[in-house]
């Protein structure tokens, strides 16, 4: 029983060594050293290319390594071969970590104070209690849902948006194409943890914006061709909105003559959210496949016509 590891060079050896101690009989092997490729039967993969899938004819399950699956070429997988996502607690934590950073930095006017100190102003600015602003998040999903819940201990209003109405303790939610013009309306921080599929490309864009309260904030978690870039600076030059924290761009890493690197009011990171840890993804990928072998039905199997 052959697995192949094809993604995250830096943390391919805690992955190897996972699975030497839990998994001896997997042959478990690391890209490039791939051998006999037809004798590969679990794929753990990011970006598989094309012409590689089709090296592989006894493929039986493709793991995302990551907890998206926009990177993976759905026509270059047989329908009959499942894809299934990373979800676990590494990924979790990191996102939750990353956006009650974000969201705090914006509450408590980190990126002011920043600049304050540049020109050696000393000014307090007004300390408004968290219950007086609302953050929302589009997308309540796993990880949605995970920072929705951290978010709530800070004391927070809450609101979020999905496809389909899913009611989320403690937190306001909102569906659909109708509802999201209610949803942004209220919006202080809106937070993208949408997958980017074809309904969410370019989905953060001027139309979206001009529903969001005036000087409301964005933080774009999800991917980069969520956001329409010249849609953002105009919004942030008009005032319209007050910051961006941008985790995610298009295309990635983003060129350097781009305009987000010099501009005052956006705050770049170099897609580092979140990450799939192996000590918390390799048993967890593990008792997955275990569970493919037992014939069970497989867990975060995404669903390709909607797309995650
Ligand atoms: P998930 O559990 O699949 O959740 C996706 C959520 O988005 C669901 O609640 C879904 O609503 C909603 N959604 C999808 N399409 C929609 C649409 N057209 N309109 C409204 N809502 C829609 O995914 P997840 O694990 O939370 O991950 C979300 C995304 O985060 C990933 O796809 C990835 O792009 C991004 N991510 C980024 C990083 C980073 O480091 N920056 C790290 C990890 C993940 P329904 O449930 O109603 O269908």
Partial sequence: MSILYRSDAPRA???ARYFAEHAPDLDFRVWPEA?????IEYLIAWQPPREFLAALPRLKVLFSS????????????????PIARMVEPGIINGMVEYVSLAVLALHRDFFDYVAAKASRSWNALEVPP???????VMGMGVLGRAVLER???????LRGWNRSLRPVQGVESFAGAEQLQPFLAGCDVLVCLLPLTPATQGILNRELFGMLPANAALINVGRGPHLVDADLIEALDSGRLSRAILDVTDPEPLSPEH????????FLTPHVASMTQPDSAAPILLENLRRHQRGEPLLNVIDRSRGY
């Fill in 259 to 266: 305009p987000f690197w010099t501009h005052p009011r956006v």
């Fill in 13 to 15: 050896a805690a992955w």
């Fill in 66 to 81: 990551g907890a998206g699956v926009d990177h993976v070429d759905f026509s270059a997988v047989p329908a009959h071969i």
């Fill in 151 to 157: 978010l709530s201990a800070y004391g927070f209003r």
């Fill in 130 to 136: 968290a219950a007086s602003r609302t953050i929302g």
């Fill in 35 to 39: 051998g006999k490729l037809e004798e």
